[in-house]
């Protein structure tokens, strides 16, 4: 209901265009808001480094193709992450997402302290949420970055990221 009229579509099907199911925008409907396309990767390939620059990590790479340049991408990222440490007590890793090989997010933080002083082996899961306004119609891709910052290995050992296009 709008303004009071009360209006009612009535569709007996929908027809696929140039080969795919349209969107909604494609139908003419005002959609601000509304989550137009959702693209996840999953990823379980172990990677450890001992780099204190932000290394890629590439099994995360996600790519998405925005419909309209008003579109809005919410970037999900949920990510298990293991720093470590031997013989000592002190361990800490960040990881942060790039798109197009420029950082985006947020740094998130990961340390671990052992008080005995024995060392340190955990995995530890680390989430960033990101709200991106790319303006583009092309192909993004959203790509997973961390580093060391003390103890003897990041790692990051599994995750997933999840893309959603949000119309404008």
Request: charged share 15%.
């Amino acid at each position: 209901k709008v303004g009071g009229i009360v209006s009612t579509i009535k569709v007996d099907t929908v027809q696929k265009l140039n080969g795919s199911v349209p969107k909604a925008s494609d139908l003419g409907l005002n959609v601000t808001g509304s989550v137009l396309q959702v693209v996840q990767v999953t990823f379980t390939t172990d990677v450890e480094i001992t780099a204190t620059s932000y290394t890629h990590y590439s099994a995360a790479d996600a790519a998405i193709t925005c419909s309209s340049t008003s579109s809005k991408v919410l970037i999900l990222a949920d990510i298990n992450v293991g720093p470590w440490q031997n013989n000592s007590n002190d361990t800490q890793q960040a990881i942060r997402i790039y798109k197009g090989g420029s950082a985006l997010s947020r740094e998130v933080y990961t340390r671990l302290y052992d008080y005995g002083g024995n060392g340190i082996l955990s995995m530890v899961s680390a989430t960033i949420n990101h709200l991106d306004s790319p303006n583009s119609t092309s192909e993004l891709t959203y790509q997973l970055y961390f580093k060391m910052i003390s103890g003897d290995r990041a790692a990051v050992k599994n995750g997933s990221f999840t893309l959603m296009e949000i119309a404008g």
